[in-house]
């Protein structure tokens, strides 16, 4: 599974912005997907994922009830919709699949995720 991140930018804080997964490759309805994210000078943390059919979403509380996750498996792609963008959410934003249920997925998982896209910049200015 090959993964693509787009959609990063500039956004002023409380606005919001959109950001895009497309992917290529055989069976990627069998992959959960998700969302991590690095800050400059931090490790990666985890944002979210949705499962295999898009029923089920996991966020980190920082960003619960901001951001959604969507994904339409028709069309190959996974987005990351986020509102209310805070400063702190400044990082590159990485997309990522894995076969783990998106229960599983935390900070830690970023060992052990099976595919990771490039990585997209988000600035939120103040």
């Known amino acids: 599974v090959q993964l693509q991140a787009s959609g990063g930018g500039l956004v002023q804080a409380g606005g919001s912005l959109r950001l895009s997964c497309a992917a290529s490759?055989?069976?990627?309805?069998?992959?959960?997907m998700g969302w991590f994210r690095q800050a400059p000078g931090k490790e990666r943390e985890f944002v979210g994922a949705?499962?295999?059919?898009?029923?089920?979403?996991h966020y980190v509380e920082a960003v619960e009830g901001r951001f959604t996750i969507s994904r339409d498996n028709a069309e190959r792609t996974m987005w990351l919709q986020m509102n209310n963008v805070k400063p702190e959410d400044t990082a590159v934003y990485y997309c990522?699949?894995?076969?783990?249920?998106?229960?599983?997925?935390?900070?830690?998982?970023?060992?052990?995720?099976?595919?990771w896209g490039q990585g997209t910049l988000v600035t939120v200015s103040s």
């Open positions: 990522a699949a894995d076969s783990r249920p998106p229960s599983a997925w935390g900070d830690k998982s970023s060992r052990w995720i099976d595919y």
């Open positions: 949705i499962s295999r059919s898009g029923g089920n979403t």
């Open positions: 490759g055989r069976h990627l309805s069998a992959y959960n």
